[in-house]
């Protein structure tokens, strides 16, 4: 093993696996962090989601309908997952170090160390109680390794679809937002032609007005 380490070497398995602790746990608050880019997503797409709903209970036209349709369903996925992602996860952490330096030890200490042990002997009997010591602690730090692992394996899928449904969502709604534009274009230059004409009616008696007061 490089570095002199090795898989037979208990501290060097107690090292890594709470190396891994960490990085699994830093990892996973960097995913939560990026939640921001779906936020992103979210805010663009708002901007004329209400109007294309209400355009929508207008029933303009089927391709539109179909869109809207489409829009709401992937937006919908997406916010399922951002939802599940945004879920607190039980993270594992070490328990008090003191639990296994202080009362573990007193407890094999007593059972394996007495007063008439010869130097030697009494050297040997801690090497193995040191050795039973790190031998019960290595399965808190695999376990916790295993755990944080999956939960972050699993926030990361959420976080993929959640994003990839957002950015999905944008095809129909830039489509629902360019007809939304043109019938609101369509209704506005309707409305002044509707003013031209009522305006011109306006004139209209008022000049045959004037010259019947003539």
């Not at 997503?41 to 929508?56: K, N, R, T």
């Not at 996925?77 to 330096?101: D, G, H, Q, T, W």
Request: glycine share 4%; charged share 20%.
């Amino acid at each position: 093993m490089e570095g002199g380490k090795s898989f037979y070497s208990l501290d060097y398995i107690i090292e890594l696996g709470e190396k891994r602790m960490e990085q699994y746990s830093t990892a996973y608050q960097l995913t939560l962090g990026r939640t921001t880019n779906i936020i992103v997503v979210y805010s663009a797409v708002g901007i004329y989601l209400i109007p294309i709903v209400q355009d929508f209970g207008q029933k303009p036209s089927v391709v539109f309908e179909i869109e809207t349709i489409v829009l709401v369903m992937i937006l919908s996925c997406s916010l399922f997952y951002a939802i599940r992602l945004l879920i607190p996860a039980n993270l594992a952490y070490l328990k008090v170090s003191s639990e296994y330096y202080q009362d573990m030890r007193l407890q094999y200490e007593q059972k394996m160390l007495h007063q008439e042990m010869s130097d030697s002997d009494r050297l040997k009997s801690e090497q193995k109680i040191d050795d039973f010591i790190k031998t019960a602690y290595i399965d808190e730090p695999a376990w916790g390794q295993q755990n944080n692992w999956t939960i972050l394996t699993r926030k990361s899928l959420y976080y993929q679809k959640a994003l990839v449904c957002g950015l999905l969502a944008i095809l129909p709604y830039i489509v629902c937002v360019s007809y939304h534009i043109s019938a609101q274009k369509a209704k506005t230059e309707k409305q002044g032609k509707t003013s031209q004409k009522i305006i011109k009616f306006v004139d209209t008696i008022a000049k045959n007005e004037g010259f019947k007061t003539r």
